[in-house]
């Protein structure tokens, strides 16, 4: 449990990557009670500057030594990074908030996303998680459906932009445009095709269902936040030549019915969801359009008649945002306020 | 009914545009019998020169006069030019292969991808309508499997390129993604929203039921071309910033259980169709590497247990050849050989 103090030390760990930074920025925007902001990252990040509230803090490497004191710590640095290195940063008395999917699944750590399930903190142990980007999406939009009208199966295609990837991949889209539109040679290293003006069926790893990590733990996770082991869910998940912000195609099949007018009054009342939704208007969620955005924009609402109490939507929203820097610090937040 | 000849004078109507050109070519390539082939375009296009079998063909415009005559004409100029010129051209004698909506849905008009239902030719009254690019790869994909295991749902969600909107659109791709990366200004026109590094969920006009005529057209256009008006389908069609080649995210319901092997060893028995599907390979359709192609390319195929009898995959094809010129080729191949 997190101690009652004026100001916190906070340790960010994968403090120069995409999310890192977003976090860090964040803290700062929301005024988050912060004594000190420790920056950690892997060997190479070593001695970065990064700027927080004015002051150039540089990165410290994440080593064998004991864990700093902290705390609120941030896990943004992978799944092996986490699991290497948060249980120490626990035991040393650091509530852990870990971006990557090392214990998502785990019984005893929480999975929460602020506006849905901030009550299943209660029985944290030190370590909390926060789920992959598109599930945060996904549950905010599924959640005020859910309630009215029971969802029974999703059917989700994402369209997710490479900054979900990292730096390496934002500089490897825009290389590779560059090099296209110049008719030079280029290398594939962030994924393994090409990804300028090209979309590429493969995200995370591959299982020997045929599935991707991406998409077979969207249904594990989303259950987990929203409780219900009975939602049923398929995924295929895409990485798309965007830069930032992911996107969604979404098919849902309701109990009830929940026509497409009172779908639209529920999502534009959920805490974190904004309709945008006039087609006629050319006014629908974009990539572009919600890119540093905070909260999760809902579209193109309509009923599917290819079933009982089908609805269609699209979603649009900020992935180190929302779904990721946002929603932990959103769940820091919470702790200090209890 | 088109006249036995030993070589064809063909029209073609939108000689200018994409798909027009991929038509000279393809005839070319397949060595089709034709006499003469008349290039006809809008007024803007009128004396443009094009390259057919060696000699420069000047592009005539398609005026109010009396259609030249033809004895097979390709309408690939937009539904509006085809109501206006498709009857009288059917009426002078020419066979019309309608790449419009314009006619589609007229009971007395087939509706023909080659590989599926040539058979349905024979009832045609002057004139022959290809489905939109969407369908034709969306019915050559689901019927072996419809075959098999009888389809009762379809949810799709589409990958759109750019180059299904015309030569304005390429242009448009290729030059706001310059603008961009030079922190240049740049308006859009061939889109209501940016294309360049961004998805728009909007492709062809919104209807009321908030579908755009894409969407909703893609059940009726693949029940008439399946010969089955029990298929349900639903459809979310995206426009992505790749300049050429369509893709798709299929996840389909069936009424007896296929398992992905067998569905995998039908669809690589059916005609026009690749399978492509070796994941931990890295090997799936991508749309850099099918265009050009001829066939419609497959993968991705895993079960979906979310649902009874579930399957998932991936679709990617050439949205231009496959998708319009060459099942247009093809059927004007079936009509001669007849």
Redesign the interface.
């Known amino acids: 449990m997190l101690k009652k103090k004026s100001r916190y030390i906070v340790a960010i760990v994968g403090a120069a990557g995409t999310v890192g930074r977003e976090l860090v920025e964040i803290l700062e925007e929301r005024d988050f009670p912060a004594a000190d902001v420790v920056l950690l990252d892997s060997a190479e990040s070593e001695g970065e500057r990064i700027e927080v509230r004015g002051r150039n803090v540089a990165v410290r490497r994440l080593g064998k030594d004991a864990f700093p004191d902290a705390d609120i710590a941030f896990f943004f640095a992978g799944a092996a990074n986490s699991r290497e290195h948060v249980p120490a940063a626990a035991a040393a008395g650091s509530v852990v908030i870990d971006g990557s999917g090392a214990f998502r699944m785990d019984p005893t750590t929480p999975l929460v996303v602020a506006e849905v399930n901030l009550q299943s903190i209660g029985s944290h142990a030190g370590i909390i998680a926060t789920p992959d980007s598109s599930v945060i999406a996904l549950v905010m939009a599924l959640k005020p459906l859910h309630d009215a009208a029971r969802i029974k ?3 989700i ?1 994402t ?1 997710q932009s490479v900054s979900g990837t990292g730096k390496e991949a934002i500089d490897e ?2 290389g590779q ?2 090099a296209l ?1 110049n008719f030079r040679d280029f290398v594939n290293k962030a994924y ?3 990804i300028a ?6 995200v995370d790893a ?1 299982m020997e ?3 991707t990590t991406a998409e077979v733990n969207m ?1 594990r996770e989303a259950r987990k936040v929203l409780a219900d082991d009975t939602l ?3 995924a ?1 998940a ?1 990485r ?4 930032r912000s992911d ?1 969604a ?1 979404l ?1 849902i099949e309701m109990t009830d019915p929940l026509p ?1 007018n009172e779908a639209r009054f529920l999502l534009s009342r959920a805490s974190g969801v904004v309709v945008y939704d006039d ?2 208007r ?1 006014l ?5 359009d919600v890119s540093g955005k905070d909260d999760v924009y809902v ?9 009982a109490n ?1 609805l ?1 939507l ?1 979603l649009a929203w900020d992935n180190i945002r929302k779904g990721a820097a946002l929603n932990a610090v959103q769940i820091a937040e919470y702790l200090v306020k209890q």
Request: proline residues 11%; charged residues 10%.
């Open positions: 199966r999703v059917v295609t369209f889209l825009a445009t560059v539109l393994p095709h090409q003006f090209n979309c590429i069926p493969h591959f269902s045929g599935g249904r049923q869910l398929t295929t895409v798309v030549p965007v830069f996107a195609s098919n497409p087609p006629v050319d629908y969620p974009l990539q572009i579209g193109r609402i309509r009923t599917d008649d290819s079933v089908g269609n699209w």
